[in-house]
């Protein structure tokens, strides 16, 4: 089993930066990619930054592209999610997600993803 534990977000005016941070534990040796998806209230889950070991890539919607950036701290196994540049429509309750090295697909769908943190809300106010 993994347990993902979110840190950080919170609320900032737009234009402002935040950051998210995501700790592993547990058979973490077990997974392969690992990221952020947000939900809005109305709205599918979506991917927005997620990194697989397998390939080494980072992957990023095009939404967030040149704005947000992922990184990854081995020692610590954690993912960290820094966001800036943000906009409202940023606003969202955002998500810790990983999934096991047996799983394969599309980096964005949701619904291949094992583990999920518990959720951190990100407000950018106008």
């Known amino acids: 089993q993994v347990q993902l534990v979110e840190s950080g977000g919170g609320s900032v005016q737009a234009g402002g930066s935040l950051g998210v941070s995501c700790a592993a534990s547990g058979d973490t040796y077990m997974l392969n990619c690992r990221g952020w998806f947000r939900q809005a209230p109305g709205r599918e889950r979506e991917a927005i930054a997620v990194?697989?070991?397998?390939?080494?890539?980072?992957y990023y919607a095009d939404s967030v592209k040149g704005r947000f950036t992922l990184s990854q701290d081995n020692a610590k196994n954690t993912v960290a999610l820094q966001m800036n540049s943000l906009k409202p429509e940023d606003t969202a309750m955002y998500y810790c997600?990983?999934?096991?090295?047996?799983?394969?697909?599309?980096?964005?769908?949701?619904?291949?993803?094992?583990?999920w943190g518990q959720g951190t809300q990100v407000t950018v106010s106008s």
């Open positions: 997600a990983a999934r096991s090295r047996q799983t394969a697909g599309p980096w964005y769908l949701y619904a291949l993803y094992n583990y």
């Open positions: 990194i697989c070991t397998s390939s080494g890539n980072i």
